[in-house]
């Protein structure tokens, strides 16, 4: 059980407890999915002795079955209750692990329950996460292929008039019909707006001679896929063009340079020195690609301070980008997972450019 695993690094590391609250660590290590409750606490509590229990609002009841926990109603004090399961716990001071996420004004409340010292929690769950099992993988590779026929589907639109934001929704909704929901909300990036590597879908509207980039995923049982394409509308500016196979080229050579025993920043060398050899190295300014999963953005980066080393089951993005402003920009995202010591792609819709 992940719970345990997570408990014998406990004690390597001389940690005395986790204060865990909702989010994909808690769902990672006990199944538990539980919605945020607002600012109701709710908040998983594990002793470096295997004891946990879950403190939670009454309103999951109904929810969470065959699960320690202790319920709270609204109008009583949850910290007196989170005080009792500390104190039962023994666990009155020490070096505690707090959930990343946790609301500010929960952890104010925890810090006056006792003289504790605190650390991320990613710090320890990170190692656990970065390495996905069969099943994770398997999930992921679900969440890939929704991503691909979503994109089989977009070709068959007429885009040409279309508002960005209108094309976003529409593959929003695409992806939702083939999937648990969205990763993230989908980027539709149009002529010179292509220059914003996080562009938000505005009132554009698509025309003949723009490359479009397009960046969305989708979710399965909790599990990520995110891909970019980029794709012409008519005849676009030929310096996009070029741009567009010299991405193509950097995607591919980080592609081949994965394997089980590189440190990350290996990949991201093989992306920047190909962009940098072609006269665009001022234009890539992100990292070359991060770790995908539970979050869709998670351990390992895969950008130049990457210094994890590639294992097999490690799942991450490939996806550079050149970005010139005034003019537009291009990116090409693949998700890859390392298999038998090697890169496996499980994105896999068309990589060469399609002019509609
Ligand atoms: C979660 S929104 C961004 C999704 C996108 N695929 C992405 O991760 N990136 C786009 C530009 C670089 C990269 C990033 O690191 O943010």
Redesign the pocket.
């Given at each position: 059980m992940r719970l345990q695993r997570l408990v014998s690094l406990m004690k390597e590391r001389n940690f005395d407890g986790a204060l865990i609250s909702p989010g994909t660590n808690l769902y990672y290590l006990t199944g538990l999915r539980i919605h945020e409750a607002g600012e109701r606490l709710t908040v998983l509590v594990v002793s470096a002795d295997g004891e946990y229990r879950l403190l939670a609002p009454s309103l999951y009841e109904n929810v969470v079955r065959n699960f320690p926990v202790t319920f709270w109603r609204d109008g009583e004090n949850p910290y007196d209750k989170l005080a009792w399961i500390l104190a039962e716990f023994h666990l009155s001071d020490g070096r505690l692990l707090i959930e990343d996420t946790m609301h500010a004004d929960w952890l104010m409340n925890v810090i006056r329950l006792g003289p504790f010292e605190f650390y991320p929690l990613s710090s320890l769950v990170r190692e656990l996460r970065m390495r996905k099992d069969k099943h994770e993988i398997e999930m992921m590779g679900h969440a890939a292929k929704a991503a691909d026929r979503v994109f089989d589907e977009i070709l068959s639109w007429d885009l040409v008039g279309m508002r960005e934001r209108e094309l976003a929704l529409k593959i929003e909704l695409a992806i939702r019909e083939l999937s648990d929901g969205i990763?993230?909300?989908p980027?539709v990036a149009s002529g010179e707006n292509a220059a914003n590597?996080?562009h938000e879908p505005g009132n554009r509207r698509l025309r003949k001679g723009d490359m479009v980039i397009l960046?969305y995923?989708a979710k399965w049982k909790g599990y990520c896929s995110?891909?970019?394409r980029t794709i012409a509308l008519g005849r676009p500016n030929e310096k996009l063009v070029e741009i567009y196979e010299v991405v193509k080229e950097a995607q591919e050579r980080a592609y081949k340079a994965v394997r089980a025993g590189v440190l990350a920043r290996g990949v991201d060398e093989a992306a920047r020195e190909t962009i940098a050899k072609a006269g665009y190295g001022e234009y890539f300014t992100?990292?070359t690609?991060?770790g995908l999963g539970l979050d869709?953005?998670e351990e390992p980066y895969i950008g130049p301070d990457g210094n994890v080393v590639l294992e097999n089951g490690m799942t991450f993005?490939i996806?550079p980008?050149i970005y010139v402003p005034g003019l537009g920009g291009v990116?090409i995202?693949d998700d890859v997972v390392v298999h038998d010591g090697r890169g496996k792609r499980l994105t896999r819709a068309e990589r060469e450019l399609i002019r509609l």
């Open positions: 990763s993230f909300e980027i590597p996080h960046d995923g995110d891909i970019t992100h990292r690609g991060h869709v953005h993005t996806e980008g990116r995202e």
